[in-house]
């Protein structure tokens, strides 16, 4: 059983920036991606970024491509979103999770079997 911990939320102005760790107790023999999702209230949780554990692939949605990064400590078996040029409508809760799915399918969380508990992300204007 994978357990996720995700840490680094918090409140900042418009263009201020934050990093989010999410701390897993093993990546798990199976499970071969790890992503970061975020929902905001009264809508639909929805993928943001994702990475191949046994590769060098990354993956991100259109709205944080180029602000977002995505990386991994593998032998801490932690992953970072490093969030930068932050918006209001970054505005969420963040969720960290982890799974096995292939790369076209990365941002969708059906692939992924292991969640965590989330951590807000509040931007102001």
């Known amino acids: 059983q994978v357990q996720l911990v995700e840490s680094g939320g918090g409140s900042v102005q418009t263009g201020g920036s934050l990093r989010l760790s999410c701390a897993a107790s093993e990546y798990g023999y199976v499970n071969n991606f790890m992503g970061w999702f975020r929902q905001a209230p009264g809508q639909e949780r929805e993928g943001v970024a994702a990475?191949?554990?046994?590769?060098?692939?990354?993956y991100y949605s259109d709205s944080v491509k180029g602000r977002f990064i995505i990386s991994r400590e593998g032998r801490a078996y932690t992953v970072y979103l490093q969030m930068d040029d932050l918006k209001p409508e970054d505005t969420a809760v963040y969720y960290c999770?982890?799974?096995?799915?292939?790369?076209?399918?990365?941002?969708?969380?059906?692939?992924?079997?292991?969640w965590g508990q989330g951590t807000q992300v509040t931007v102001s204007s």
């Open positions: 999770a982890a799974g096995k799915t292939i790369a076209t399918m990365a941002l969708r969380e059906g692939g992924y079997d292991y």
């Open positions: 990475i191949y554990l046994r590769g060098d692939g990354t």
